[in-house]
């Protein structure tokens, strides 16, 4: 009978020891690998703010995730989670015996797996390393890595990972993520109801997620608060004013992306900063857009493409002409003419329609908006408003793959002037004008001139006169800070720094070009306020502030520009066709570019009323009254002689 005993307590033992065995076995072994949560890097979004450091956008692979590191969690939050799911987390070492015996009675009572007895570590381990699925397996493995993580991690450690790792419903992943996005609000600034309804969360995220099931979601949170008052870990009065409360919650869009060109071109230029896990590495861009310009420079590009298409169909309707309006489309980026950040990029006139960003990937020929940099090289060269200019034809003979052909530039009005002064040329963009103001500098000498606006692809002959070289909207407003910028070229930033957790991994440098003096800049911009108030370009013209611009308008009316500045901000226009046809005969740059210009300024008056509004004339700038209007000098600029009197006693010689 002693024999008996000793068999069945030594058999007993065994059965009772081997399960442990078992683990220990495997808390040594290899096979069961943990670097993953041990080495933790999840996927962590990436965020773009605009230059008040607004949030416009979050993007992300497959999971939305901020990551918060565990002195951002607060300790009311870590309380609210063991409360309602771990009582007992910082005395167990990664599994609860007492929980899971309990949870084994249940389920043979039940005769099948009914309860659970997970701790955090087992929920943590679950997540990340195993399937979701009910088998005894899968539980053994669970057991096994909780331990092990157990050994490596501290409980802070562990906590961190698992507020991260959790998924919170309305696809939020961490802790940091829903705050943001069901409250938005940081993690400090959370009430305790909304703590509460978080931590509830992760039991069954569809279920109980406050944007799908409000009052399901409140019942939850008041579970927690109500375990939180029995463990007294707060008060009663905390207890009650708590249940009272009902938060706000929010329902975003996962991206809130409110600036998709931006973030389409941000994307487009990671490689060239050396990121390569833009969507993944936890990011935070911060560009230098205004939203709010940005908001008005959509709003302006969208009315000025209506007016367009109505205008058109009142064209057919009076002449019965055709046009083709479906591929018509626009672009418009506004610039800080002192720094060349980039306030507003628009890439056409609905991102839902077409996505491809005109404003910094189309080139098209600016056309007579091109002229300024040949009469600003005039000016450099001691030409003035006042210097009087042909306005006839001339046939200019020039050979191409040995043929030699003719070319014979008109005005667009079809007219000659004869003679006119260098600025009524600009102010009324006169082709004919212009090409005999390059024939007259040179060819030759132009070309070395144009080096010092580092502008390429230029064409070695007399077609420059009319703007046939190519260009994109973004790279006009670069060249045209010469004259917005008194004199200085300086680069267009996107991006004014981006962080990575604490580190500055890029921050903009400023790139400044010298281009022409500061009183010769002053003499370009005169000439193309006149444009605005009395030239091509009236119809950009804005009440309160003080304009300067061109109007561009190609060949048979392909492209219509139009690129401008205040004594602050410099802006440019763009409409055409996409496939390169004409748009309608009458849509020129300033009928169709110049509205949009127009409405952007009046926004900007509107939301910027202290904005300088009256440009200032440097220092040696002389001003001439001629014939009735002000005409601008310099020392290279020089006033014409004033003719010698007439001596009327003097005599005759015959």
Do not use: C
Not at 135 to 147: C, G, N, P, Q
Not at 558 to 575: H, K, L, Q
Request: proline share 4%; no cysteine; hydrophobic share 35%.
């Amino acid at each position: 009978m002693r024999i008996i005993k000793n068999i069945f307590f030594t058999l007993f033992l065994i059965g009772f020891l081997t399960p442990f065995a078992v683990l220990a076995y495997f808390l040594v072994g290899k096979d069961y690998d943990i670097s993953s949560l041990v080495n933790y890097n999840p996927p962590v979004t990436t965020r773009f703010y605009d230059k008040n450091d607004e949030k416009i956008a979050n993007i992300f692979e497959k999971e939305h995730r901020y990551y918060a590191y565990f002195d951002e969690i607060p300790p009311r939050a870590i309380e609210a989670l063991l409360a309602i799911e771990d009582t007992t987390f910082f005395e167990h070492p990664g599994i609860n015996i007492d929980a899971i015996f309990r949870a084994i009675i249940k389920d043979i009572k039940a005769g099948k797996l009914v309860e659970g007895a997970s701790t955090i570590t087992q929920q943590l381990v679950k997540n990340k390393l195993l399937t979701r699925e009910k088998k005894l397996s899968r539980k053994v493995k669970e057991l096994i890595y909780s331990l092990k993580l157990e050994r490596v991690l501290t409980k802070e450690q562990i906590l961190e990972r698992y507020l991260n790792e959790i998924y919170f419903g309305h696809g939020y992943y961490g802790i940091k993520t829903a705050a943001d996005g069901y409250f938005h609000k940081k993690l400090g600034d959370l009430t305790l109801k909304e703590i509460a309804m978080l931590v509830g969360l992760p039991k069954a995220p569809s279920t109980y997620a406050p944007t799908k099931n409000y009052e399901i979601s409140m019942g939850r949170a008041n579970r927690v608060i109500a375990r939180m008052y029995d463990l007294g870990w707060i008060d009663k009065d905390t207890y009650s004013n708590a249940l009272l409360e009902k938060p706000e919650v929010y329902d975003d869009t996962l991206t809130q992306n409110s600036a998709p060109f931006i973030v389409d071109e941000v994307l487009r230029r990671a490689p060239e900063l050396g990121i390569d896990d833009i969507k993944t590495g936890g990011y935070e861009i911060y560009t230098t857009i205004d939203m709010r310009l940005q908001e008005a420079a959509k709003d302006s590009l969208k009315k000025a493409y209506e007016m367009s298409l109505e205008r058109i169909e009142g064209y057919k309707a009076y002449d019965n002409s055709q046009s083709n309006t479906t591929l018509l489309n626009g672009a418009l980026v506004s610039l800080d003419s002192k720094t060349g950040d980039i306030l507003a990029l628009v890439g056409s006139v609905d991102y839902k329609k077409s996505s491809y960003n005109r404003a910094t990937q189309g080139r098209r020929q600016p056309g007579s908006a091109f002229k300024p940099f040949i009469y600003q090289v005039a000016i450099d060269l001691g030409y003035s408003g006042a210097t009087e200019l042909i306005d006839i034809a001339r046939t200019y003979t020039y050979e191409k793959d040995g043929e030699e052909l003719k070319w014979q530039p008109k005005n667009y009005e079809k007219n000659y002037k004869g003679l006119l002064t260098l600025r009524e040329a600009l102010v009324h963009s006169r082709n004919l004008a212009t090409v005999n103001l390059v024939n007259d500098i040179g060819l030759s000498q132009l070309l070395r001139e144009f080096k010092k606006f580092g502008i390429s692809n230029l064409p070695r002959n007399m077609s420059i006169a009319l703007g046939s070289i190519t260009l994109s909207p973004l790279q006009l407003a670069k060249y045209y800070t010469s004259f917005a910028n008194s004199g200085i070229q300086v680069e267009p930033h996107l991006i004014r720094y981006i962080n990575k957790g604490a580190t500055t991994i890029y921050e903009k440098r400023e790139k400044a070009r010298f281009i022409t003096e500061e009183t010769q800049a002053y003499i370009m911009t005169t000439i193309l306020q006149d444009v605005v108030r009395r030239g091509t370009g009236r119809r950009a013209d804005v009440k309160g502030i003080e304009l300067a611009g061109k109007t561009g308008t190609t060949n048979n009316n392909i492209d219509g520009w139009f690129a401008g500045y205040s004594p602050t901000i410099e802006t440019v226009v763009w409409f055409g066709n996409d496939d390169n046809t004409p748009m309608h005969k009458r849509e020129t740059g300033g009928m169709i570019a110049g509205p949009a210009f127009s409405m952007y300024y009046e926004n900007v008056l509107k939301l910027y009323p202290q904005i300088q509004r009256k440009f200032e004339p440097p220092e040696g700038i002389i001003e001439v009254d001629i014939n009735g209007r002000k005409e601008y000098f310099s020392d290279i600029s020089k006033p014409p002689r004033a003719e010698s009197d007439v001596n009327a006693d003097e005599m005759l010689l015959f």
